[in-house]
């Protein structure tokens, strides 16, 4: 079993590089992301490796992280998501993106890929609901506070704190990363405005 792959860039395709280790070229099908985030042709790259067979192929997936390899394993156990929708998911948003969408179970955010309907992203966030690769994309803070956004348990001046920063072009993942920091340090019974010129701070460091 591959489980990463060290060598030199040798070709790129419209989904897919080929990485040549010592001579052996290996095709590796990969999300928009990770093609984006590897170096240039002749120089060396490091991609770590799913290896999935079936009785008439063989193919290699690659990621630019562990992190985004876990969420790829999560997607493809939900019914109706094979590795070419796991991958179009994985192209429109990061890890931490995905943790967010999952936790706050915003449907239209995993829509945004290619290939998804709302009922295919409906089950994503209902399945998947709770759970997160093994290698963590959010510290748990965050998660915790994404997870009480979702099942509308967050203190509301939090809840509003989140929905201004966001009304501001904030990512719900850097909004709710943002706030669960300052919530940390001053405790959530902070006034929302304060929550919000706080999480300004952080979000510009």
Known sequence: MIGKLKGL??????DWVLIDCGGVCYEVFCSGRTLQALPRVGEAAVIFIETIVREDLIRLYGFA??????????????????????LAILSVMGPAELSSAVALQDKAMIGRANGVGPKLALRVVTELKGKVPAI??????TLGLQTALGEGVA???????????TNLGYS??????ALARVVAKEGEDTP??????????????
């Open 192 to 205: 929302t405005e304060k929550l919000i010129r706080l999480g300004l701070r952080e979000l510009s460091q």
């Open 155 to 165: 203190r509301s001046n939090v809840a509003d704190a989140v929905s201004a920063l």
């Open 65 to 86: 992280s562990e992190a985004e390899k876990g969420w790829f394993n999560l997607l493809t156990s939900v019914q109706g998501v094979g590795a070419r929708v796991a």
């Open 9 to 14: 860039v040798d070709q790129f395709g419209d």
């Open 136 to 141: 963590g994309a959010v510290d748990a803070g």
């Open 172 to 177: 719900s993942a850097q909004a709710s990363a």
